[in-house]
């Protein structure tokens, strides 16, 4: 089992910016791949960004050039920068990690609200 530990959300103003962390810890090996996903009130989950344990990333569309994805292997954290924040991006924000391209693992979430 992995466990992942989200910290870092809050309210921000339009135009701020909030720094998610995400702390796995447990049985990491083989973990290919980490992320974040957000899920907004009345919608479905949407991917934000992944990061490759290769360090390969990929952005959503709605953050590109907003947000960044990073990862620091010895702390076996993930982080998202997120800068210039819209209203639209207020949503509780998930943590994923997958394990050998095939078991995946959530947080349990942690909460952004960008106050316009």
């Known amino acids: 089992q992995v466990q992942l530990v989200e910290s870092g959300g809050g309210l921000v103003q339009t135009g701020g910016s909030l720094r998610l962390s995400c702390a796995a810890s447990?049985?990491?090996?083989?973990?290919?791949?980490m992320g974040w996903y957000r899920q907004a009130p009345g919608k479905q989950r949407e991917l934000v960004a992944t990061?490759?344990?290769?360090?390969?990333?990929n952005y959503a569309d709605s953050v590109k050039g907003r947000f960044t994805i990073s990862r620091d292997n010895a702390k076996n954290t993930v982080y998202l920068q997120m800068n210039s924040l819209k209203p639209e991006d207020t949503a509780d924000y998930y943590c994923?990690?997958?394990?050998?391209?095939?078991?995946?693992?959530w947080g349990q979430g942690t909460q952004v609200t960008v106050s316009s």
């Open positions: 994923n990690a997958r394990r050998y391209y095939s078991i995946e693992y």
């Open positions: 447990g049985t990491i090996f083989g973990i290919d791949r």
């Open positions: 990061i490759t344990s290769g360090g390969s990333t």
